[in-house]
């Protein structure tokens, strides 16, 4: 619904799954804070994703995360240290420690 620009409707479904006892993901939240960011003229910022990426990395979705750090560069923004700290911290909470002390080196490098 979103996607088609139904955001009234969206937000319906959304109260009704709400009101059953649904629970709601980050991702779901994702999607109707960034449709109504754009229907309101507003562009996510780098403090947004990092909010929405710590969201993703406690309910484990790593591919999501991924995700969203590769929409964040083809948005042209850089994470900041803080995004960084995120992911580092979550990746080795899920036992990814490669991937952390690469993204520390990416960090570092990118000062």
Known sequence: MCK??????????????????????????????DDEMVKKG?????STYNLLIHALLMEGKMVEVDDMVKEIKDKGMDPDAITYNILIN????SGIAKKAFSLRDEMLSNG
């Open 42 to 46: 507003v562009l996510p910022t780098v």
């Open 90 to 93: 979550g990746y080795c909470r």
């Open 4 to 33: 088609e620009r139904k955001l009234e409707e969206a937000s319906g479904l959304f109260d009704k799954m709400l009101e059953i006892g649904l629970v709601s993901t980050a991702v779901t939240f994702n999607t109707l804070i």
